[in-house]
């Protein structure tokens, strides 16, 4: 264990109950670090002390930024109600999760963090540590112990995701830098899913893909798209790399009103990292709510808002705005994108 993460356990120890494999370590940790074992000492004449009031100002600054919140989470709240009373009724189903709820994660979280925070400023001050060190390591303890809290389950960290394609070549550095490994076939866009030893008997030719893959310097080349011939529509395709991976893409695909629509890209993607396009037959929007091209029609069925050009219904294809998250199918793309029903 080393300096940052021990003091992270003890402050979280001096804060309420720790795995107990976690503070032994920390201690052990603390035996072997003069420097820690200062902080340590530090803590326990803390806990030992009648518990310092926050700072007046402290206090007056966190309920101020907790007001700020509530505002916030309100007038969403009051913009969702609008946007939902404008809606045809099929899609007027509620949005993600309500901003009272979220607000009220938010609420406990910041609570705990500001209390974290002022025991250690009081803590420094009182016990006169060692500045230098001791600020930093406290200070970059406190605000990952308290990003830990707030992080949401789903965002894990770049090259978290136990799948094949956080390990397939270099030029993947991050899903928001950079598009997953994405190859086009007849328009859409499959994603890599993962890297075989060999491409299984009986499947059949579904057409031909020109992809430099995970090489960001060298040409496309072309090779054969192959799929299973039984299935009604393409959404498994299977590549030979040059090198002789057997590779496996699924098509990406977002669901609405229980159909399937699958992401179409306006030009070939010629290389992993490449960001699927909006098609040209639609001009770029000019402004966030899709116009002049699409105008905002309601959410899809993970609750994403979907476009649609004017007079058109969305199962004749839809629009998503860019920047979605990263568990989203459209996974942060920096354009508009498009999404075609399957057959
Ligand atoms: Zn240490």
């Not at 009986?202 to 192959?226: H, K």
Request: hydrophobic letters at 45%.
């Amino acid at each position: 264990m080393d300096c940052e993460r021990a003091i992270a356990v003890l402050l979280e120890a001096a804060d309420g109950p720790v795995p107990a494999e976690d503070l032994a370590q920390a201690e052990a940790h603390c035996d072997a670090c003069p420097e820690c074992a200062r902080v340590k000492a530090g803590l326990a004449t803390l806990a030992a002390a009648p518990r310092p009031a926050a700072p007046p100002q402290l206090a007056d600054a966190v309920l101020s930024a907790v007001r700020d919140e509530r505002e916030r989470a309100a007038e969403q709240a009051r913009a969702l109600e609008a946007a939902a009373r404008e809606l045809p009724a099929r899609s007027s189903e509620p949005t993600g999760m309500p901003a009272r709820s979220r607000w009220r994660g938010w609420e406990r979280r910041f609570a705990g963090f500001a209390a974290a925070a002022a025991i250690v400023i009081v803590g420094l001050v009182a016990v006169g540590l060692s500045l230098p060190h001791v600020a930093t390591m406290s200070g970059t303890a406190v605000v990952e112990s308290a990003q830990d809290r707030t992080a949401p389950k789903s965002a894990a960290p770049p090259g978290a995701e136990p799948t094949a394609e956080s390990n397939y070549g270099a030029a993947q550095a991050s899903a928001v830098a950079s598009a997953p490994p994405y190859v086009t076939l007849d328009g859409l866009v499959f994603r890599l899913e993962s890297v075989e030893r060999s491409i299984p008997s009986a499947l059949a030719t579904a057409g031909v893909i020109a992809s430099a893959l995970d090489d960001p310097e060298s040409d496309p080349a072309t090779m054969t798209a192959l799929a299973d011939p039984a299935e009604p529509s393409v959404t498994t395709i299977w590549l030979q790399a040059p090198d002789g991976r057997a590779l496996r893409f699924r098509l990406v695909t977002r669901s609405y009103a229980g159909d399937a629509f699958a992401l179409e890209s306006g030009t070939p993607i010629a290389r992993f990292g490449e960001w699927p396009t909006l098609p040209s037959r639609f001009a770029p929007p000019a402004s966030p709510d899709g116009s002049p091209t699409f105008r905002y029609f309601g959410s899809d069925d993970r609750g994403v808002r979907i476009y649609v050009p004017a007079g058109a219904r969305p199962l004749d294809g839809f629009a998503v705005a860019p920047g979605t998250t990263e568990d989203d199918p459209a996974r942060g793309n920096p354009n508009w994108t498009w999404w075609v029903r399957l057959d």
